[in-house]
């Protein structure tokens, strides 16, 4: 067993009242660690607590209680080596629009006392990683978003950092620039640097994630790797039907009431612009449906993804 690099037992943020608002617990008492060359995801919706849990990891917020030891430190007490020793990719890149690509690595650099030869020669060597190679002496405004968004991965390596933390690390990138990105995370994850990010993004989460905890409400829902949660809390396949607004309720009755519900479609899930119906077999379900009258605007059978593994955990999407 390799020392994780990452251990929290009881973990919790609870901020303070604010006028006539009560504390809110953020983060509720989680335990997880991550392991070297490992790529660990924290997923659930907005307000679950991932980015209070990142804060935290990161050292710049304080636990109001539990224990966390990043690199084998407290990020309280030795917060400053913690942070020489990861990078950083928050939700909002934080670039200096103003300055040039290299500039912005150079002074990065300078942050944390590299020497401007090290520097010229990372810079060269992240340029590269992040295809940025002819964007050089260009100014960050003049980017798209996802060659903003893989300067900003390459900046938060400029210290060789250990770990790497990402926020949501491609949202509002087109699919092309999503994957350009997954690729270079990939990369660095073969290379030995450990991975923890947070995602709205089901496919994102499958594809990078060696194991991840589900979080509602602060604590954890679920744990494991995205096949074992699936396999675990859903069925293979998954019936989505599209009906009339008026119909819906009308029909999510008589699909519970009938054989389809305890036969080919072990559980209905009802969403406000469609029916779940999950199955070992999304055509034999649709098949039943359709025996008993019913015929849907639209009928898609696919695999059971994460995102059906918060909704049956939680009753709740991941994008609420």
């Not at 990939?186 to 989460?205: N, P, Q």
């Not at 998954?238 to 029909?251: A, C, G, I, P, Y």
């Not at 059978?301 to 909704?311: K, P, S, Y």
């Amino acid at each position: 067993m390799h020392k994780a690099l990452i251990e929290a037992v009881g973990l919790t943020k609870i901020y303070p009242a604010r006028g006539s608002s009560e504390a809110f617990r953020a983060v509720d008492g989680i335990d997880f660690e991550v392991g070297p060359g490992e790529a660990f995801g924290l997923l659930g919706p907005n307000g679950a607590g991932k980015s209070s849990t990142m804060r935290m990891i990161s050292a710049i917020s304080p636990p109001t209680a539990g224990t966390l030891r990043v690199l084998g430190m407290d990020p309280v007490r030795d917060g400053s080596s913690v942070r020489r020793r990861i990078g950083v990719v928050s939700q909002d890149d934080c670039l200096d629009q103003e300055l040039t690509v290299g500039e912005n690595l150079y002074i990065y650099g300078r942050y944390f006392g590299l020497s401007r030869g090290v520097i010229r020669k990372r810079s060269a060597e992240l340029l590269a990683f992040a295809q940025l190679e002819d964007k050089r002496d260009d100014q960050v405004d003049m980017l798209s978003g996802g060659m903003r968004r893989r300067l900003a991965i390459a900046r938060a390596l400029i210290n060789e950092p250990e770990i790497l933390l990402l926020d949501e690390p491609t949202t509002g990138l087109d699919p092309q620039a999503r994957h350009l990105l997954w690729d270079r995370l990939f990369r660095l994850k073969k290379s030995g640097v450990c991975l923890v990010l947070t995602t709205h993004y089901m496919d994102e989460a499958e594809q990078l994630c060696d194991r991840l905890v589900v979080i509602d409400c602060g604590g954890i829902v679920a744990r494991g790797t995205p096949r074992d949660l699936i396999r675990e809390h859903v069925t293979r396949e998954v019936l989505e039907l599209r009906l009339d607004d008026d119909e819906q309720d009308t029909v999510a009755q008589k699909l519970r009431s009938s054989s389809v519900a305890s036969g080919e479609g072990e559980h209905i899930e009802e969403l406000p612009d469609r029916l779940l119906v999950y199955a070992a077999d999304g055509d034999a379900a649709l098949a039943a449906v359709r025996a008993l009258g019913v015929e849907p605007l639209t009928a898609l059978v696919r695999r059971a993804t994460l995102e059906d593994v918060f909704l049956r955990l939680t009753g709740r999407s991941l994008v609420d």
